[in-house]
């Protein structure tokens, strides 16, 4: 996937954002907080841009539901690099679908740890996005618990953050914060020599 030579990933809500994150040198987005009309949109623009992925987070999708046929529905016409969801369902349906699938995980205290890791157990995504992604040691023992790459997302606003937790072991750090998007480019760069 794209992303895995990306270490910020934007986190995009309409097409503006997206020509953005593309001038910016992003070869992968993800479309987050948005709704159908937006995706749409979105999607033609990122059919001229072959060279940017689109990651859908489908659970805060408007117009979108959180089940099977929404995710076939994806699959048939929009053809997404990756969703994102923390509905095990949904999980299922995008593996089923070859879409690549990335089990978000809420975790705030050990219930919600012991939950997220049994999701993934019985899910088995693709990734995980640890959510907020400020805890390097949660980032840490997920990816030794799990064996499967992590994102980091939420909360995660200055370049040090970002930096702790892809330190942490996080293959990327997804973000809407502009200022972020700047080390895009360098991060592919530096991967790409």
Known sequence: MAFQKQEIIPSIRHTGEFLEAAARGASCVLLS???MEELVKVQKVCRRMPHVQLMIH????????ETAEAVAFLAAYI??????????????????????????CFIFDEESLGRSLRMVEHGAPDYIQVMPGLMPEVIRYMIKKTGR????GGLIRTQEEAE??????????????????????????????
């Open 149 to 152: 790459p992590v994102l980091a």
């Open 58 to 65: 489908v659970d805060i999708l408007k117009g979108l539901s």
């Open 164 to 193: 702790t937790a892809r330190r942490a072991g996080a293959l990327a750090v997804t973000t809407s914060h502009k200022e972020l998007w700047e080390n895009m480019a360098d991060s592919t760069a530096a991967d790409e020599k």
């Open 33 to 35: 907080q948005s709704d």
């Open 79 to 104: 053809r997404p690099a990756a969703i994102i969801s923390a509905n095990p369902s949904v999980i299922a349906a995008a593996k089923k679908h070859g879409i690549p699938a990335i089990q978000r």
